[in-house]
């Protein structure tokens, strides 16, 4: 189904059906897995359908992918990427030496890796800043920005920043405004609709949603911008495999039914741990205590079950993930099943440790990744280890 099909239906016929259509010769439902490095062509520098010459530009299965994030964003094209790191990393590289890059403080810790020690080296300069503040953002553009990068809940204080405002600014600076929306999925949020340029995401994550495959997809609205970022991933080759691209495809005609019990079980959890005499504080979007539990409620349709939770000292957090029974202890997020880590030793380790205090991600903070367990057994898991 094409772009235009899709317009009026709801987010579920959406997810099961956009980019998707019976495959030609057989008639198969399903997209079929494309596992070729090459294409013969008819006649000398004339490729079939105009671009089927080499695996790295061009692939059914990928753009039946990518035909299905744009429409599930809100957009028109979809650009798929080995990794959501090569996604971002393709849309700084759209800028030039010189350029700058205002970016939210809180992103995962890879982003700032990759922003400080790769891209930084190619003469582009960043600037980081609490994006919850929007003057914040403002008084930190300068004549030479390019580019806005944000995550909308971050990883992993579960901040919010007010993407229309962003994106306001952001144009009337003459830059443009990306959003890490992996935390939130396309289901949950949907930035283009906002204002944003870009939506990207870790599909690893929730888009996948089954914890078997590394991936990257960037949702966009604009003809040039997907131009720009069909040649930088043609140039630099940081293409998906089609195995991975059709399993994500898979995974994402399920998304609106797995983010629906993610919704509800993160927030179950998140406020049993609010009530929890061991539990110091609780950092989700969808209790009212969150300081932007309204900005959540006016730009979000639900609140994922991603839900970070401080427990004081280094030894609480060490005893509490070491010993859960259905909680794994793992990096990564957003499958089936629940998962739990420490940022300040696992993924955030990368992120000086001044930084990191000053964020808040103390060495007593934990991060839950909810699965769809059912929600008393995830429950009693949690408390077994608290006590």
């Known amino acids: ?50 671009s089927y010459d080499y695996g790295r530009t061009a692939n059914p299965t990928r753009e039946a992918l990518e035909a299905n994030i744009a429409a599930l964003e809100g957009g028109t094209h979809g650009i798929a990427f080995a ?16 350029d700058h890059v205002v970016s939210e403080e809180n992103t995962y810790g890879g982003t700032t890796r990759m922003f400080n020690h790769v891209l930084s080296r190619l003469g582009i300069e960043f600037s980081y ?40 600014l952001a144009h009337d600076a003459g830059a443009l405004l990306s959003v890490d929306n992996t935390f939130a999925s396309p289901y949950n949020q949907r930035p283009l609709l906002l204002g944003a340029d870009f939506t990207l995401h870790s599909s690893t994550k929730y888009v996948n949603g089954h914890s078997d495959l590394i991936g990257g997809l960037v ?17 630099t080759g940081a293409v998906p495999g089609p195995m991975d691209c059709w399993l994500t495809l898979r995974g994402a005609k399920t998304l609106h039914v797995r983010m629906e019990r993610h919704n509800e079980n993160g927030l179950a ?30 730009q979000m349709s639900g609140f994922t079950g991603m839900v970070s939770v401080d427990v004081g000292t280094l030894e609480r957090a060490k005893a509490f993930t070491e010993h ?5 202890l793992a990096e ?29 991600i103390t060495p007593g903070l934990v991060r839950l990744s909810v699965g769809i367990e059912d929600i008393d057994d995830l429950i009693a898991d949690l408390d077994r280890v608290l006590g």
């Not at 709801?10 to 057989?26: D, L, M, N, W, Y």
């Not at 959501?84 to 030496?97: F, P």
């Not at 949702?219 to 140039?235: C, T």
């Not at 859960?324 to 794994?328: E, I, K, N, V």
């Open 219 to 235: 949702a966009v609205a604009d003809e040039g911008l997907a131009e720009d970022l069909y040649f930088i991933r043609k140039s």
């Open 324 to 328: 859960m029974q259905l909680f794994a």
């Open 83 to 98: 990794s959501g790191l090569a996604g971002i990393e393709a849309v700084v590289k759209r800028l030039s030496a010189g």
């Open 129 to 168: 800043v609490d994006s919850r503040d929007t003057q914040a953002v403002a008084d930190a553009m300068r004549p030479e920005t390019k580019l806005v990068h944000v995550e909308t809940p971050t990883n992993p204080m579960m901040r919010l920043c007010d993407i229309e405002a962003i994106a306001a």
């Open 332 to 360: 990564s997020l957003g499958g089936i099943e629940s998962l739990v880590n420490v940022p300040a030793l696992m993924t955030h380790a990368s992120v000086p440790e001044d930084r990191r205090e000053a964020m808040g």
């Open 1 to 50: 189904m094409d772009h235009e099909a899709t317009k009026g239906l709801s987010f579920g016929t959406i997810a099961i059906h956009a980019g998707v259509e019976p495959e030609p010769v057989t008639g198969a439902i399903m997209t079929p897995i494309f596992q070729t490095s090459t294409y013969v062509q008819p006649a000398v520098g004339e490729p079939r359908a105009g």
């Open 269 to 298: 959890i998140a406020r049993w741990l609010e009530d929890h005499p061991r539990v110091d504080r609780v950092f989700y979007p969808g209790l009212e205590s969150h300081e932007q539990h309204e900005l959540a409620k006016r």
